[in-house]
């Protein structure tokens, strides 16, 4: 049942119910039991479609976040494999609570600099590093 909802979700992405449906997606995967254990699809979602709005914050960042700070390594992890929009501001709101900041800095500081993203990713990244 998590498997199909998490296929649903993702085919959700970049239409305009996907707020909406998130929302209710999110709920049907807590009912079921989910748990942090989904935190590693949820952010795979995220990187297959980075530069896809995924809500600000959004249901799934919002389960995510739930789960802090659990969910730290995989995040770090998810921004090193492939960063998204959506991960990179995630990472952000971790560095402006006081979280992992050396760390997320020097984070931020190697998406910013990485010609191989696409320059919007970087660009946000940047804009996090300037503030």
């Known amino acids: 049942m998590m498997e199909a909802l998490l296929k649903k ?5 970049g239409t305009d119910d996907f707020d909406y449906e998130s929302e209710e ?15 590693a699809d949820l952010l795979g979602i995220m990187e297959r479609h980075p530069l896809d709005d ?3 914050p959004g249901a799934m960042v919002h389960f995510i976040e739930r789960f802090h700070p659990a969910h730290l390594p995989l995040l770090s992890a ?3 494999r492939a960063p998204a929009l959506s991960t990179v501001w995630m990472l952000s709101r971790c560095i402006n609570g ?11 500081s ?4 990485n010609a191989q993203l696409d320059p919007a990713i970087r660009d946000l990244a940047n804009s996090f590093l300037n503030r």
């Open 54 to 56: 995924f809500g600000m």
């Open 98 to 108: 006081g979280v992992q900041a050396a760390e997320g800095t020097a984070l931020l």
């Open 25 to 39: 997606i999110m709920e049907q995967l807590e009912e079921a039991g989910a748990g942090q254990e989904i935190i």
């Open 110 to 113: 190697e998406i910013a600099g």
């Open 78 to 80: 998810s921004l090193r």
């Open 9 to 13: 979700l993702e085919s959700l992405v």
